[in-house]
Structures are given as structure tokens and as C-alpha cells.
């Protein structure tokens, strides 16, 4: 499989055939772009609504989505993208764990009605991990930022 044998966009049924979660804590709706080079990098999309199970407690009356949740769809963004890579090279996946977050930044509250623009880029490969960069944006403006460390399951 190569960038150019990927139909775009990207929905439900592929993504959940490439990653584990579910409702309610698939955080991905679909993938718009997905490139292998110069980078790795793919662009999924969140689409934020009230319905949303958190924001039952998060904040009644003024609803934000949480930024570990923020966090998790980037993570669930590279996981996608760690499996369409490997699916590229002929392997297939595994289970990737999300192992470390480094220099998180969070520069505005996403509210029901806001559509996650989540872009990761992969920067490093090692020893069954992932280094990956995301960046989530709405209507443009960058929210949230953070650097992630997956790793992938080791049996036995």
C-alpha cells in the first residue's frame, strides 16, 4: 500500500479496523490526509458535539472538552498512522500504547460545536516505539500541542 493506494477520507469502519477503541472513547471521526513522505504525517478530524458524554460533568453549564481527551485523539491519530505505515511496508499492526506525553500546551477551550483538526507528525522510530508531534487546531488557531511516546505491546 502506498500514500496514492489510501482512499481519502478515511472513515469509520477503516479506523476501527486499524485501532481498538470504541465509543465512547473513539475520538476520531475520519482521516483527511495521510502522507508518507518527505514525513509521516496524517490529519484526522474530531467533530465536537454536545452529546458528548463528558461534558456532562466538564463543566455543567459552561461544557469544555478535557485536554487529556485532546491528547488521547492525537494519540489515537498516530496509532492510525502507525498502522497505515505498516500496512505501507507490507507488516501489519499491533496494539500501540500511549507511553509518555511531553511539553503539553493547551492555548483555548474546545466546546461542543468545534471540529478538531488533529496533525501528527511521526519523528522517530525505535525499539517498537513511535516519537510523534501533534498539534490540534480549530478553524485554524492551534489549541493544543504536545509531543508523544508510543509504544507497541510486547507478548509474553
Known sequence: ?????????IG?????????HR???????RVVDVVFEPEKTITALKNVTI?????QGHFPGHPVMPGVLIIEAMA?????????????????????YLAKVDNARFSRIVSPG???????????????MGQYTGVARVDGQRVASANLLCAGRRDG
Open 1 to 9: 500500500m502506498t500514500d496514492d493506494a489510501i482512499t481519502l477520507p
Open 12 to 20: 469509520q469502519d477503516l479506523i476501527q479496523a486499524l485501532i481498538p
Open 23 to 29: 465509543y465512547p472513547f473513539l475520538l476520531i471521526d
Open 51 to 55: 452529546n458528548e458524554p463528558f461534558f
Open 76 to 96: 489515537q491519530a498516530a496509532g492510525v498512522l502507525a498502522h497505515l505505515d505498516k500496512a505501507a511496508s507490507g507488516g501489519s499492526g499491533g496494539l500501540y
Open 114 to 128: 468545534d471540529q478538531l483538526s488533529l496533525e501528527v507528525t511521526q519523528t522517530r522510530i525505535m525499539r517498537g
